[in-house]
């Protein structure tokens, strides 16, 4: 633990930073809806599951439901993909510890280390693969309840059960990708803890422009 304290205490500040980042979006999200991008698509996702099924628009929903739904098998597959890679890179970690640790100028290089960065990549790629792959299961029930005729008694209870059924998928769709953004930092830090840092920091300033609604024209160009 002395050995590697470099290493597990900038992971600890960089999941830190991390979780604050989570907090503040939370709460500039609570004080203004508007400024964030989710809450923007939670509202045009209701929006149209309502277009839809009143309208009984079956053709739009079926292509939309099938664009998501490839499009998150998609990334489901391709963490599978990265998954093997990571085990494969696991199996050899005697032979390129030392090869990627040429750049780290605090951690400590030893294999054992090298081990667990690709245990936290590996645990990080399975969430992201589990959030996906929960969302295609759900875009596929969405593809009968939409579908389903409308009765007059209930309508709005209808169309309010679809609705939180697909910001729920949503939500695991976005879930996905911000494990997908965490590797960055984690394939970083198999350089050092130094660039873990400095990668966490470069990915939570994107984040902060991608969660952020745009406001203005000149928000949109950018």
Do not use: C
């Amino acid at each position: 633990m002395t050995t590697h304290a470099t290493d597990l205490l900038t992971f600890g500040g960089s999941a830190g930073l991390v979780l604050a980042y989570q907090r503040y979006l939370s709460w500039r999200t609570r004080r203004d809806p508007a400024s964030s991008a989710q809450d923007v698509m939670l509202a045009a996702r209701a929006a149209w599951i309502a277009s839809v099924m009143r309208e009984r628009r079956d053709i739009l929903a079926v292509q939309t439901l099938r664009n998501s739904t490839m499009s998150a098998s998609f990334m489901a597959s391709t963490a599978v993909l990265l998954i093997i890679g990571v085990l494969t890179l696991s199996a050899q970690g005697d032979k390129l510890s030392g090869t990627w640790h040429s750049l780290n100028f605090l951690g400590h290089a030893s294999a054992e280390m090298w081990l667990f960065k690709l245990l936290m990549m590996l645990f990080d790629l399975l969430f992201a693969f589990f959030s996906f792959a929960m969302s295609v299961r759900i875009f596929h029930h969405i593809g009968y309840l939409i579908n389903v005729p409308l009765d007059k008694a209930n309508e709005t209870t209808q169309i309010r059960k679809v609705e939180v059924q697909l910001n729920r998928a949503g939500i695991y769709y976005r879930i996905g990708m911000r494990a997908y953004y965490f590797t960055v930092p984690l394939l970083f830090w198999l350089f050092g803890p130094i660039w873990l840092l400095g990668a966490t920091l470069a990915m939570v300033f994107f984040m902060f422009h991608l969660d952020r609604a745009p406001k203005h024209d000149t928000d949109l160009m950018g």
